[in-house]
């Protein structure tokens, strides 16, 4: 089963990323990694934290000349503000954010003791660990691809129905398909910055060349779009969690809904994998807990960061009296970064379903069982 875990404090020495049951015989690249931790740390709307780490891998386990051994693969990013011992107590906790949960489950007048793990500095893991999947899904050539669609009240212009390079939302700091919109979103973040203040939005991801049939139909906690739904919603600042039309569904009847299968000559026109083509995705890829060959698309609603410059009331944990929540470096707004967190996670569940659809302590073993279904797809359906 591959599946990964993370530990490391915001401000603590590091953050270490240990993955469990990736096959060997997998090439990793660092400057791939590195990459993808830049893209989180260096997009738009993100605090004055961002230009002190630089976030760079250690491996420290696991690989052998650039290749996966079958072991466990750890890997570590040093934090640079590695203040913990030193930081004071969150006392005047801050609404919307873990401070006073925290510091109730855990019976001490400090909402740190929740904030350091709560943070969104240690989803450095999650991306590292998305990236090592990538790295997997390249030998099949499946892609993942997270965007922002939406900063405050502006949404941008959604490619659905049309062709696009998905590629091209990676060339903005503000990581979408619609560069028209980004002039809007820039004033956003400068008036939001000059009063003090944070705004919230939306990201998409999309997966392509998805082989039909990953996930699972039997057992509640393996449904393909449940682990997705987890995943993103385990993101912090993640409120909702749509997958292919989501809330859509609700006020329509379901005449109008269905995925119809595309023919061509009276016969199913087959997709990459072998699956059957759909005149639309409704679903989003994903039908009964499996995949139905369909691109993936999984979409999520990020709150307004709740650590605000011009603090907001709240009640003091020693005192018991009204103060001013406490001020903590904090971005302006997270959306940006949590589309590649998001494209992360998507990335790792993706294989996570791969591998254990198709077994194999090697990449070799992986692609001939890969190879074999195709096979067998293709003379029972194709």
């Not at 470096?329 to 997270?334: E, F, K, R």
Request: glycine share 10%; aromatic share 8%.
């Amino acid at each position: 089963m591959l599946e990964y875990i993370t530990a490391g404090e915001s401000h603590g020495q590091a953050i270490i990323t240990v993955i469990s049951g990736f096959p060997a015989g997998v090439r990793i690249k660092e400057e791939v990694i590195n990459s993808e931790l830049k893209r989180r740390r260096a997009c738009a709307g993100r605090g004055p934290r961002m230009s002190l780490e630089k976030d760079k891998i250690e491996i420290l386990s696991g690989l052998k000349n650039g290749k996966t051994l079958g072991a466990p693969i750890t890997i570590q990013v040093r934090n640079q503000k590695n203040t913990l011992d030193f930081l004071p107590p969150i006392t005047r906790v801050r609404p919307g954010h873990i401070d006073l949960a925290a510091a109730m489950k855990f019976l001490v007048p400090d909402g740190r003791i929740g904030a350091e793990q709560a943070s969104a500095r240690t989803t450095v893991g999650r991306v590292i660990a998305g990236s090592v999947a990538k790295s997997l899904l390249d030998y099949f050539a499946i892609k993942v691809f997270g965007y922002t669609t939406q900063i405050g009240s502006v949404q941008a212009d959604h490619p659905t129905g049309r062709p696009v390079n998905w590629r091209t939302g990676r060339q903005t700091s503000f990581y979408t398909l619609d560069k028209n919109v980004i002039p809007e979103w820039k004033h956003l973040l400068s008036e939001a910055e000059n009063d003090g203040d944070t705004l919230g939005g939306c990201f998409e991801v999309a997966g392509f060349n998805i082989p039909v049939g990953l996930g699972d139909h039997t057992h509640w906690q393996d449904r393909f779009d449940a682990r997705l739904s987890q995943a993103i919603m385990a993101i912090p600042a993640v409120k909702a969690v749509e997958i292919g039309l989501g809330f859509g569904y609700a006020d329509k009847p379901g005449s109008q809904v269905m995925d119809l299968f595309a023919t061509h000559n009276n016969r199913p026109i087959l997709n990459k994998y072998g699956g059957w083509k759909r005149m639309t995705n409704y679903a989003g890829g994903i039908e009964g807990g499996l995949t139905s060959g369909e691109n993936i698309i999984v979409r999520a609603a990020v709150k307004p960061i709740p650590t605000l410059k011009r603090p907001l009331p709240t009640i003091d944990l020693r005192t018991k009296r009204p103060a001013k929540a406490q001020v903590e470096s904090s971005d302006i707004c997270a959306v940006p970064a949590a589309s590649v967190i998001g494209e992360a996670v998507v990335a790792f569940e993706i294989a996570r379903a791969f591998i254990s659809r198709f077994p194999g302590r090697t990449i070799a073993e992986i692609t001939t069982d890969f190879r074999t279904y195709q096979t067998h797809l293709k003379k029972k359906f194709g």
